[in-house]
């Protein structure tokens, strides 16, 4: 008697068809659907783009250690203690 059984589960289903009902659910299924894929999609667009060389005749990316100046912005240096 601990345990869900499948009478209850049908009854639940029941309820939140009765609640919602199946156009609204059919919609939440697609939305979903459409989402998962689009993530798949999105996450293998990102492992293919993230070790390839760049295009030839385009030069690589540099990084500077150039600082910007900005009124907003506070330069600390952090220090432990000893």
């Known amino acids: 008697m601990g345990g869900i059984s499948i009478w209850h589960w049908l009854i639940v289903l029941l309820v939140i068809v009765l ?3 199946t156009k609204k659910l059919r919609n939440i299924g697609e939305d979903l659907g459409s989402a998962v894929k689009g993530f798949k999609s999105g ?3 990102g492992s293919e783009g993230e070790g ?5 005749g385009e030069p690589p990316a540099q990084v500077t250690t150039a600082k910007k100046t900005d009124a907003n912005t506070v ?5 432990t203690k000893s």
């Open 19 to 21: 609640i919602f009902g």
């Open 43 to 45: 996450m293998k667009a």
């Open 52 to 56: 390839a060389a760049p295009a030839p």
């Open 75 to 79: 330069d600390v240096e952090a220090k």
